[in-house]
């Protein structure tokens, strides 16, 4: 809900041009309220003020409400303002990693603004009801036994809604800009000539590590990391770059290739003791984080690990919650490493 206040029994009064008033209409009904409109001066001339106890002016300069608005004071109703609602548009968000308590003040505002709300399911969908103020709320990401809605047709409908004269907001899981097609959806909408703009959001790269304790940096053990999309195997080339970096990698989508991986940064030089962290439903009840060495990792170690999960590869791990002693008590620290 948009207003904190719980306006069941009230009736307000919408004065404004339909287009304009949307955003009003739909945070008073989503308030309680039941909602009359005036959507000409016409209109406003003849309304019905029974049981009317709030009138909102949507705000669009035009000196012909001026006199309806005037009266309604004179008629003892209370008068508020609000903005009218602008045209079309789309807002790319980062939703973070599945927890409105990672959301941005940004994205908070987007979401409340919006008409329509298309999502996936690592954004935290669950709670777009309390988060919106009423949008339509379009479910566009994988669930079990539903296939995804294929990129293009989520590009279309963005642009469909926006040219109805909508705010869209497009809610992503972590930040748009990582792994997550925000570009394509960006290039889609200035390509179709409609208002755009990007609210990054906290990435799961960094967020979900962090939420078992693991840094992915840490001034004494590691100045890099990389992150890698495990959505494809990587080529051997790829291997033996991303161990020769010697710095931390979190790979995204790489629960399905990860045997690939490990067995490629083994042939690539990795040690067999470099540690590793699977972390699985990062900031959900059910979090849980499997440790291991690379070699036990090849083993089978981690091979119950299912999706959403993070898998961070290097001496960083060491430092996560809950990382066995005898994994924990060796970190290879960058003074060790050069003395
Ligand atoms: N744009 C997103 C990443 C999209 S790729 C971001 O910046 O976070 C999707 C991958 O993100 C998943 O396969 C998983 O590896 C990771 N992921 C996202 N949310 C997660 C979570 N809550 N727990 C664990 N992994 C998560």
Same mark, same amino acid.
């Given at each position: $809900? /948009? ?19 949307? #955003?009003? /209409? ?7 309220a ?5 959507t ?9 003020l @029974?049981g ?7 705000? @669009?300069?035009?000196?012909a ?10 008629? =003892? ?8 609602a ?25 979401l =409340? ?23 339509? +709320? ?18 279309? $409908? /963005? ?21 997550? *097609?925000? *570009? ?20 799961s ?30 080529? @051997? ?7 020769? +970096? ?5 790979? +995204? ?31 959900? $009840?059910?979090q ?10 090849? *083993? ?20 996560? #919650?809950?990382?066995?002693?005898? +994994? ?12």
């Amino acid at each position: $809900m /948009l207003l904190d206040a719980d306006l069941t029994g009230h009736t307000v009064l919408v004065l404004g041009e339909a287009h304009a008033s949307r #955003r009003a /209409l739909r945070r008073y009904a989503a308030a309680g309220a039941t909602v009359r409109a005036a959507t000409s001066p016409a209109e406003a001339a003849g309304v019905d003020l @029974d049981g009317v106890s709030l009138a909102v002016a949507v705000a @669009d300069g035009d000196p012909a409400w001026r006199p309806h608005v005037t009266d309604l004071g004179r008629r =003892r109703v209370v008068v508020t303002e609000q903005a009218a609602a602008p045209g079309g548009q789309i807002v790319l968000v980062g939703g973070g990693p599945g927890t409105p308590e990672l959301l941005t003040v940004a994205a908070r505002t987007a979401l =409340r603004e919006a008409d329509v709300v298309l999502h996936d399911r690592l954004s935290p969908w669950r709670e777009l009801r309390e988060l919106t103020g009423g949008a339509e +709320l379009v479910d566009v990401g994988k669930r079990p036994g539903h296939h995804a809605v294929p990129q293009a047709q989520i590009e279309e $409908m /963005l642009i469909a809604h926006a040219r109805a004269g909508k705010t869209v907001v497009r809610l992503k899981g972590g930040d748009p800009f990582v792994f997550g *097609r925000g *570009r394509e959806e960006l290039g889609a909408a200035l390509d179709a000539g409609i208002p755009v703009s990007v609210v990054p959001g906290v990435t799961s790269a960094i967020a979900v590590p962090a939420s078992a304790d693991i840094p992915v940096t840490h001034r004494d053990v590691t100045h890099t990391f990389t992150v890698v999309s495990g959505h494809a195997p990587l080529t @051997d080339a790829e291997h033996a770059h991303l161990a020769g +970096l010697g710095g931390t990698i979190v790979v +995204l989508m790489g629960i399905g290739t990860l045997n690939h991986l490990l067995a490629g940064l083994r042939r690539a030089g990795l040690r067999d003791t470099t540690p590793v962290a699977v972390v699985e439903r990062g900031y959900r $009840m059910d979090q849980a984080t499997t440790y291991a060495t690379l070699g036990e990792a090849a *083993r089978g170690a981690v091979a119950g690990c299912a999706s959403p999960a993070v898998v961070v590869i290097g001496e960083v791990v060491r430092l996560g #919650r809950g990382c066995p002693a005898e +994994l924990a008590g060796a970190v290879d620290t960058l003074a060790g490493a050069s003395a």
